[in-house]
């Protein structure tokens, strides 16, 4: 997908809830897919990843769900803090072995509300 | 911090001139890629190289070049500069095992006057 700018999706949650960021993909002979946090003025940071041949993948508070069905990517962030809060994007991978590229999905804004 | 470094971090200049933005990977990573971040047209693939080799090209501008030298580092020079080439942009890099992971660098902000 392509990212939309200003008019990101945005989510709300108050803090120590758990959110849901979702994500459509494109192309389904992806195989590969990662989530990204971008907080204000800084680069893409890895949050977590998950391989086609996997439905769910945990981390330290996060779970990424993949439905190879409907080509739909979840994060899931358990007790959310302050800290959590920034843009989220998926990604996914495409291309042969060695000339791969990233594809990114139009981002959400999370905001994580005291 | 992901260990790639970004130089500089800010750049302004003006329409009709041409800049470089530098690139280190993390330590061991043999594949940098150029990333764009505008926002009409969120995060964009640039280009890919690995181990000194052009791997892969996205949607990059004539106008636009990049090289990646033999200590690993990358250049990303863009030339005849217009406005809407003011974004940020992003450097990335992966591990020589896997081609699949990628750490960001800090970025830099390119303003076109």
């Known amino acids: 997908g392509e990212s939309v700018g200003l008019h990101l999706p945005t989510l709300s949650v108050q803090e120590g809830d758990n959110s849901i960021i979702n994500c459509a993909y494109s192309?389904?002979?992806?195989?590969?897919f990662i989530w990204y946090k971008q907080e204000s003025g800084k680069g893409p940071q890895f949050i977590i990843d998950?391989?086609?041949?996997?439905d769910k993948r945990q981390g330290q508070r996060v779970t990424v769900l993949l439905n190879k069905t409907v080509k739909h990517l979840s994060l899931q962030i358990a007790a959310t803090q302050p800290g959590d809060s920034a843009v989220y994007f998926c990604?996914?991978?495409?291309?042969?072995?060695?000339?791969?590229?990233?594809?990114f999905g139009q981002g959400t804004r999370l905001t994580i509300n005291p | 911090d992901s260990g790639v470094t970004q130089t500089p971090k800010h750049l302004i200049t003006a329409t009709g001139q041409r800049v470089t933005l530098r690139c280190s990977p993390r330590?061991?990573?043999?594949?940098v890629y150029w990333y764009q971040q505008s926002l009409d047209q969120g995060l964009q693939f640039l280009i890919q190289?690995?181990?000194?080799?052009?791997?892969a090209k996205g949607n990059i501008l004539e106008r636009f070049s990049a090289q990646q030298f033999p200590d690993l580092h990358s250049e990303l020079n863009l030339s005849s500069l217009e406005l809407g080439d003011s974004a940020l942009y992003f450097c990335?890099?992966?591990?020589?095992?896997?081609?699949?992971?990628?750490?960001f660098g800090p970025g830099t902000r390119l303003t076109v006057l």
């Open positions: 190289y690995y181990n000194g080799e052009e791997r």
């Open positions: 192309n389904s002979a992806s195989d590969y």
């Open positions: 998950i391989r086609s041949n996997m």
């Open positions: 990335a890099s992966s591990a020589p095992t896997s081609t699949d992971t990628q750490y």
């Open positions: 990604a996914e991978n495409i291309g042969p072995q060695g000339a791969q590229k990233l594809v």
């Open positions: 330590s061991g990573d043999l594949s």
